[in-house]
């Protein structure tokens, strides 16, 4: 189910009859030819009151200004829920971006690397110098 409110498109997807995940998309920016070039993706720390994760994407315009392409509400952060999610992502928007920036959460690593398989998976310069820092301390 995809439904378009104003500059907001909403996929909502179902298991059966159970809501499994909500997704945001941006479609002012998922329209701008910028948004296909890089993208940088994240999970946060950050879980709802309904124990739902929350997952960003986010792109940086013509001007070096960060675009929030979308966000999304997931369950868990198994690899089966992010392939599900980013199939859906794709579906939706139509294309892949050259280059996608992740924090190097394996399973998020393994759906992206799945479902975008002619995008360069990339890891966060910022979260390899917290490990190096983390590990060496």
């Known amino acids: 189910l995809v439904e378009t409110i104003d500059k907001l498109m909403i996929v909502n997807k179902m298991n059966s009859t159970d809501f499994h995940s909500l997704i945001f998309i941006n479609k002012n920016v998922s329209e701008m030819s910028?948004?296909?070039y890089i993208w940088f993706t994240d999970t946060t720390l950050f879980i709802t009151i309904y124990n739902f994760?929350?997952?960003?994407?986010?792109?940086i315009d013509s001007f070096n200004k960060t675009q929030i392409l979308g966000y999304f509400l997931i369950p868990n952060e198994q690899e089966e829920t992010f392939?599900?999610?980013?199939?859906?992502?794709?579906l939706v928007l139509k294309y892949s971006p050259s280059i996608i920036v992740v924090d190097r959460g394996?399973?998020?690593q393994a759906a992206l690397s799945k479902v975008f398989t002619e995008s360069r998976i990339l890891y966060c310069q910022l979260h390899i110098k917290r490990n190096i820092h983390k590990h060496l301390n």
């Open 34 to 36: 910028y948004s296909r």
């Open 53 to 59: 994760h929350f997952q960003l994407i986010c792109t």
């Open 83 to 90: 392939t599900s999610i980013f199939e859906q992502v794709k």
């Open 106 to 108: 394996i399973t998020q």
